[in-house]
T-cell receptor
């Protein structure tokens, strides 16, 4: 158990809809990062938040957006869902801003877009 | 272009030592190199982290050459429960900061 919880665990949406995924970080951690993991592939970095500010972003379009709250929990929002957005979405928390601090992952949200 | 490269798969037998190498040519200067283990339907789990030279903990060793363009995860005396996918993770800086996972190495440990 890492102390990082994600909700929901599974979700089914249709193309064009919007989705919000949630993540509660481990106690004492002020940094949250989000990843998309397609079946059989490695996690792809979406973005990272440090103290409520985005401070890193991967090669994802603007329809992928996020928030970090004062308690350091976080949301990932995806607008205009596409079939290729079907994946496992992972959230990780850490205690530092940059430099590859040890990440603690949740078990993920499995999103299916039909 | 930020990229990491790992072998796709490796086979081993119980009790053997396994070495998995990751290449990462453009790693950010101040970033650590971290390795994770992932089982199906679970998030990645931290194994070991280092900046340069050699790091050892209770489960693995990590070897990093002086140029930091690659790293090697060493698992001593693997068991069946070590069958999993192993990823290296490094940070890169181009237009913004990015954390890049390797493509993953699927390790199969046989009896």
């Amino acid at each position: 158990e890492t102390g990082v919880t994600q909700s929901p665990t599974h979700l089914i949406k249709t193309r064009g809809q919007q989705v919000t995924l949630r993540c509660s970080s481990q106690s004492g951690h002020n940094t949250v990062s989000w990843y998309q993991q397609a079946l059989g592939q490695g996690p792809q970095f979406i973005f990272q938040y440090y103290r409520e500010e985005e401070n890193g972003r991967g090669n994802f379009p603007p329809r992928f957006s996020g928030l970090q709250f004062p308690n350091y929990s976080s949301e990932l929002n995806v607008n205009a869902l596409e079939l290729d957005d079907s994946a496992l979405y992972l959230c990780a928390s850490s205690a530092g801003q940059l430099g590859g601090e040890k990440l603690f992952f949740g078990s993920g949200t499995q999103l299916s877009v039909l | 272009l930020a990229k990491t490269t790992q072998p796709i798969s490796m086979d081993s037998y119980e009790g053997q030592e396994v070495n998995i190498t990751c290449s990462h040519n453009n790693i950010a200067t101040n970033d650590y190199i971290t390795w994770y283990q992932q089982f199906p339907s679970q998030g990645p789990r931290f194994i070991i982290q280092g900046y340069k030279t050699k790091v050892t903990n209770e489960v693995a060793s990590l070897f990093i050459p002086a140029d930091r363009k690659s790293s090697t995860l060493s698992l001593p005396r693997v068991s069946l429960s070590d069958t999993a996918v192993y990823y290296c993770l490094v940070g890169f800086m181009d237009s913004s900061y990015k954390l890049i996972f390797g493509s993953g190495t699927r390790l199969l440990v046989r009896p």
